[in-house]
């Protein structure tokens, strides 16, 4: 006869059909850590409320540390009749303990307990997947090490804009991350909060210690409102937030990175180890890292609105609609640990074609807006400059010229103010040397934020 935690009040089993629909442990099975930890906090508490014996909580203690052993080694595992990982893992004890493991649910419910066990999930990894954007951050910072002097074409509207540094651009990736990575531990003040000790949803008459137990399982605090602590879901949703925002950013860099590898632009080649071949085609290298990256924050998104549209409208408190968080959650995790990493990777070993970058920088006029600035600094409005400037573009593009091949003559037609030296401010190095002022291209200001993000990752 399958064992339930809920057996006594019926006198039929379930249905096939219900039991089919209600399973979870093939999703909640890598609960298992903390279940037991959280298991094992509670015979403690139990101890102390003098509901267990000294030597009921060694054995407690002793059986519980075996099931862990047992379930590293595969050799105890969920069986097709158990419906959860509490379920399966409460089997284990009896088992090991016969009566004796029926003592460990009191006071307990498995609604206080699956919340404290996904909070625990979710902080650690949350710790690693702040470990992974932190490698992909690192591979950002190498890569604008070398290339803080690399100037490349900005861009607006994917159309020539002002050159840049091709440093700043890849630490405008790296700011992206370091947000993401802010937000998670910010995220974990909010996650420390542990829900064991509010039972089903109005806390226990044994004499609990809920404060003991957060303390034991690292949480800050345990939950002040037991209704709120077994259906509060806010710490997941947050989390997948955060999770789509990383997917996001890996998108768009996703998206620049097949950009910069495609044979229109050419800045980058790919490392055989991060780019893929074509089945017919033999001369293919193709992004598919990058794409893969573009595409799984598909998932990532959904998995944000998957778990926001089960909780809307949930009353309070616990309703077995909250069983359907875990798959996003699951899937966040594991599409981000999937991703950052080969991201990580793509971007330490791609190489930049420094000279074809530079040869562009200047392209489409990039240099315009310098000699517009110029004419500001020398009286003129900007207005009236802007249109000088564009007057000269225009003619450049009648002529086929560049700013810098018009004649002394062609210039000073356009406007007085643009005498012979003004030919000085149309380098791209001068360009980027010139944004020198906080949070611009300049090389040395890209310098700069290097040091600085370097300080804040070593930090995490
Ligand atoms: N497996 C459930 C979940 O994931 C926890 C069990 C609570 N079940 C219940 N009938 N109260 O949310």
């Known amino acids: 006869k399958p064992m339930r935690l809920w057996g006594g009040r019926f006198e039929s089993g379930p249905s096939d059909a219900l039991a089919r629909l209600s399973v979870s442990v093939h999703f909640d099975w890598r609960l298992v850590p903390y279940d037991l930890a959280a298991s094992r906090a509670h015979a403690r508490v139990l101890h102390r409320a003098g509901l267990l014996s000294d030597e009921e909580l060694d054995r407690m203690i002793g059986a519980l540390d075996d099931l862990e052993r047992a379930c590293k080694a595969g050799e105890f595992r969920p069986t097709v009749a158990d419906e959860d990982v509490h379920t399966a893992l409460e089997r284990g004890l009896l088992e090991r303990l016969g009566s ?18 996904l909070r625990l999930y979710l902080r650690d ?29 900005g861009m607006t509207h994917l159309q020539h804009a002002q050159p840049v540094s091709f440093g700043h651009q890849l630490l405008a990736h790296v700011h992206a991350f370091a947000r993401d990575v802010d937000r998670l531990t910010d995220w974990d003040k909010r996650a420390a909060i542990s829900p064991l000790g509010s039972g089903a949803l109005a806390g226990s008459s044994l004499p609990l210690d809920p404060q003991a137990v957060a303390e034991e399982l690292g949480f800050s605090a345990a939950a002040p409102n037991s209704m709120d602590a077994v259906a509060d879901r806010d710490f997941a949703a947050e989390f997948l937030f955060d999770a789509a925002m990383i997917g996001v950013h890996l998108s768009r860099l996703g998206e620049e990175i097949v950009l910069w590898a495609s044979q229109e632009f050419r800045w980058i ?18 992004p598919d890292v990058a794409e893969l990256a573009r595409g799984k924050s598909g ?38 640990l999937l991703v950052l990493p080969a991201m990580a990777g793509l971007v330490a070993t791609m190489r930049i074609n420094t000279a074809r970058m530079e040869a562009s920088a200047p392209d489409g006029f990039a240099l315009a807006t310098d000699l517009a600035e110029l004419l500001v600094r020398r009286g003129v409005p900007f207005r009236e400059a802007h249109e000088a400037v564009g007057h000269l573009v225009v003619w450049c593009q009648v002529n086929d010229k560049d ?33 020198k002022a906080y949070g611009g291209t300049a090389p040395d200001r890209v310098r700069d934020q290097l040091v600085a993000l370097r300080e804040s990752v070593d930090a995490q």
């Not at 012979?420 to 010139?434: E, F, H, K, Q």
């Open 403 to 435: 700013l810098g091949e018009l004649s002394d003559d062609e210039l000073v037609k356009v406007s007085p103010h643009l005498t012979p030296d003004v030919r000085d401010v149309l380098s791209v190095p001068g360009a980027l040397a010139a944004r």
């Open 100 to 117: 004796l493991g029926g003592k460990l649910r009191a006071g307990r419910s498995r609604n206080d307990q699956i919340a404290t066990d």
């Open 299 to 336: 998932r990532l998104i959904g998995n944000l609105m998957s778990l926001l549209t089960t909780l809307k409208g949930l009353p309070l408190t616990y309703n077995r609609d909250l069983q359907e968080d875990k798959e996003p959650v699951f899937d966040a995790v594991d599409t981000l």
């Open 125 to 153: 990894h949350a710790r690693s997947v702040v470990s992974r954007l932190v490698e992909l951050e690192t591979a950002l910072m190498a890569q604008a090490e070398q290339h803080a002097d690399t100037a490349a074409p």
């Open 269 to 286: 080649e790919m490392d055989d180890a991060y780019s893929t071949g074509s089945s017919i085609m033999p001369q293919k290298k193709n």
